[in-house]
C-alpha cells in the first residue's frame, strides 16, 4: 500500500514537471532560421522575437527597413481577446523594440516604437536603419481572454483528476 502510494505521488510529480516543460517550450523551438536574401547579396542577420506571424533569425538584405522585416515576418500576431478593442481602458498598442549591442561602448542601444493598432506606422520606423545582430522583439499589448485561463488551468485540472484515479485505483488493487 505504502510503495503503491509512493508510486502514485512520483507519477504526479512527474506529470506535472513534464506539463510545465511543455508549456516553456514554443513549438518549432530552435528551427527558425529564415532566409529572405538572395545568394550572393550583402546580408544582415537580424532576429525578430515576439508577437509576429514568424519569429527566428533573418537573413536580410542590406538597406531593409523595419516595417518590411516585420512584414517579412508575417506581420503582427491578432491577440485573442474580447469583442471590445480596448485594453484596460485604452485601445490595443503595438510596441516595437530594436536592441543594439555597441561593442566600443559596451552598452546596449535601444530604439522604441509605440503606436495604437488604428495609428499609422511612426515615420520614424521607415527611417530607422536595421543592422546586423540587432534583436527586434514585437509586443502586442492585451488583455487575457476565457481560452487563455483554460490554458493554464485544464493542464493542472487534467493531471490532478488523472493522479487521483491513479491513486484510487491502485488502493483498490
Known amino acids: 500500500m505504502y510503495n503503491s502510494l509512493r508510486i502514485a505521488l512520483f507519477l504526479l510529480l512527474f506529470f506535472i514537471f513534464a506539463a510545465s516543460i511543455r508549456a516553456q517550450v514554443p513549438e518549432g523551438f530552435g528551427d527558425r532560421f529564415i532566409r529572405v536574401a538572395e545568394i550572393g547579396q550583402l546580408v544582415d542577420s537580424v532576429n525578430v522575437w515576439g ?3 514568424s519569429s527566428g533569425r533573418y537573413l536580410i538584405p542590406e538597406g531593409t527597413k ?4 516585420i512584414s517579412l515576418s508575417l506581420g503582427f500576431t ?3 481577446e474580447p469583442r ?5 481602458g485604452r485601445k490595443r498598442e503595438l510596441e516595437v523594440k530594436v ?3 555597441d561593442e566600443n561602448e559596451r552598452i546596449v542601444e535601444v530604439a522604441y516604437f509605440r503606436y495604437r493598432n488604428y495609428d499609422p506606422e511612426p515615420i520614424e520606423m521607415f527611417e530607422f536603419d536595421l543592422q546586423n545582430n540587432d534583436i527586434i ?3 502586442v499589448s492585451r488583455v487575457p481572454s476565457f481560452t487563455d485561463y483554460v490554458g493554464v488551468i485544464a493542464p493542472i485540472l487534467g493531471t490532478l483528476a488523472t493522479s487521483i484515479l491513479l491513486i484510487e485505483r491502485l488502493r483498490g488493487d
Open 51 to 53: 508577437d509576429v506571424g
Open 137 to 139: 522583439t514585437v509586443q
Open 84 to 88: 471590445e478593442p480596448t485594453v484596460g
Open 99 to 101: 536592441s543594439r549591442f
Open 78 to 80: 491578432q491577440p485573442r
Open 66 to 69: 523595419l516595417p518590411e522585416l
